[in-house]
């Protein structure tokens, strides 16, 4: 009696994270709205153009072979980067490596190695998000 | 007289086949360093550069490294110290002097007992079987790193450093 019942509702429950879950980057980008927030009572959301300009300019504040995120990854988000010992990076690009920002420890680990690269400092919470913003629409 | 050509040919390709087979495992024995089979080491050490093969250092200079990865070659690699425990463990285990790495053995002949290297490119035996590469190549725009092992052994990952 139950049986055909149980199968169909099963089938929904299962379903039913995937259609009420955030994925991990939404979940972060709000993380970092709230400390942007926090941190500036007039914050007023990210913005990619915002991030765009991150990810390209020379800033030259930190290593002298990083003086921008393009150094390494490239001037297309949608192409390959490659570390300066020849390691080939996957693009930036959420279009173009679907599955790259799934893991937020590991976006906050390459966040701090790299902006510390870059920019000789850790990045703010906005910048993050204004950077994750960018890659999420290009 | 009736020669079986096709019977004939078909084992003669078997077995340069099999030679061929067996000439690459061969060489493959002589310049063969386990690549790192950990998942968590591969994606940690293998990010910014090859996962370097642990044989081709002894375990001191892993302890060495591990121990100060805030300064990593002019980087800062920090990592949780419970991921740097087990990657440590995991590089010691299989380092040159673990017991067993033919290769890494060979590579490490000869170390000061007393000295921890941090880079296998200044190894001495490194460095012998690199002399004949000339400086320009080194500072090619595809090479331009000593630690760039695959611009010129392209089977590297895997472990092969024979041409």
């Known amino acids: 009696m139950t049986k055909p019942l149980a199968t169909p509702l099963l089938a929904a429950l299962l379903l039913l994270p995937l259609a009420v879950a955030a994925s991990p980057l939404d979940d972060q980008l709000a993380r970092y709205a709230a400390a942007a927030k926090a941190g500036d009572p007039g914050f007023a959301g990210f913005s990619a153009a915002r991030g765009k300009t991150l990810h390209t300019q020379a800033f030259a504040l930190g290593k002298p072979d990083t003086p921008a995120c393009t150094s390494c990854h490239g001037p297309d988000t949608r192409g390959a980067g490659k570390t300066p010992a020849g390691k080939t990076i996957e693009p930036v690009a959420l279009s173009a490596t679907p599955g790259r920002y799934a893991d937020p420890a590991k976006v906050e680990k390459w966040f701090k190695r790299n902006c510390n690269e870059v920019l000789g400092r850790e990045c703010t919470p906005r910048e993050k998000g204004d950077w994750l913003t960018f890659m999420a629409g290009q | ?163």
């Open chain 2, 1 to 163: 007289m009736n020669i079986p050509v096709r019977p004939l040919v078909l084992a003669a390709m078997v077995l340069a086949f099999s030679a061929l087979v067996l000439s690459r495992a061969q060489a493959g024995g002589s310049h063969f360093f386990p690549p790192v089979a950990d998942p968590l080491v591969k994606e940690e050490c293998g990010s910014c550069h090859l996962a370097f093969a642990p044989s081709m250092l002894p375990a001191r200079s892993w302890q060495r490294m591990m121990g100060d990865l805030k300064n990593h070659f002019g980087d800062d690699a920090s990592l949780d110290p419970p991921v740097a425990a087990r990657i440590t463990g995991y590089l010691v285990s299989n380092a040159a002097d673990s017991g067993g790495q033919r290769r890494g053995e060979k590579l490490t002949r000869g170390l000061d007992p007393g000295s921890a290297p941090l880079r296998i490119t200044e190894l001495p035996k490194w460095v012998r079987e690199h002399r004949e590469v000339p400086n320009w190549e080194w500072r090619h725009k595809d090479v331009r790193t000593r630690a760039n092992c695959v611009a010129c052994h392209a089977d590297a990952e895997r472990g092969y450093y024979d041409d």
